[in-house]
């Protein structure tokens, strides 16, 4: 995969993809920051039907927190891993009011030192509410990046230090939100859409399918 091709395949994806946006609900980084702990391992439709309900009533580190680890739960008991998000929800707001005077931080380090957020969290936050040129890897992202050849990697931070280096300047901010909807939508897991994909002829996957 060379940088002409790649850079091919980030003009067809943003022109295919002109909004490249979460599909997450929030109106400000803290919300985002809580529906993205609640994602790990959950479907964004169903953290969305949570979130929809539990932020009209608490969408401030203080009011969840003063929910307390049963009134949150009663909230999110739809999404799986609930009792343990729950807790690192709850444990989360407390440091954000007593370390962060309830404003969400804006670096990697900070960030991952929360209960439940790891590199993957921290980046999806830093690029969606601040507009940090981060790679969030999840399993979309890292199965594009090895199929396609984009930044083929044994696992998730070698996938993410290859984009980092190889994804074009103009695309580094959207990159992210490309690649996990083309993932989501057309090079699907079991069976992707290669017939209907627009990069289908800068692809390198051997195994393309039909229809």
């Known amino acids: ?8 395949i980030f003009e067809r994806l943003s022109e295919a993809i002109p909004n490249p946006e979460t599909e997450l609900n929030f109106n400000s980084p ?16 169903g953290v969305n039907k949570a979130t929809d309900k539990l ?7 203080k009011a969840i927190f003063d929910l307390g680890d049963a009134g949150l739960k009663h909230y999110i008991k739809t999404i799986g ?33 929360f209960p439940g957020v790891g590199r993957k969290t921290a980046n999806v936050v830093l690029n969606t509410a601040f507009g940090q040129a981060t790679m969030a890897v999840d399993t979309h992202i890292f199965r ?16 993410e230090k290859k984009l980092d280096k190889h ?17 989501r939508y ?16 800068l692809c390198e996957f051997n195994k393309k399918t039909s229809d």
Request: charged share 25%; hydrophobic share 40%.
């Open 1 to 8: 995969m060379n940088k002409t091709k790649r850079q091919q």
């Open 30 to 45: 803290f919300e985002l920051l809580i529906a993205v702990i609640l994602s790990a391992q959950a479907t964004d439709k």
């Open 55 to 61: 932020y009209p009533v608490a969408n401030t580190p």
């Open 81 to 113: 891993l609930f009792n343990t998000k729950g807790s690192n929800i709850i444990k989360t707001c407390k440091m954000l009011m007593e370390l962060h005077n309830s404003e969400v931080p804006q670096t990697r380090e900070e960030l991952e030192a």
């Open 144 to 159: 594009v990046s090895n199929r396609t050849k984009i930044a083929p990697g044994k696992n998730v931070l070698e996938v």
């Open 167 to 183: 994804v074009p300047a103009a695309f580094k901010i959207d990159a992210h939100h490309l690649l996990i909807l083309h993932g």
């Open 186 to 201: 057309t090079c699907i897991a079991r069976k992707p859409r290669c017939s209907s994909c627009v990069i289908e002829e």
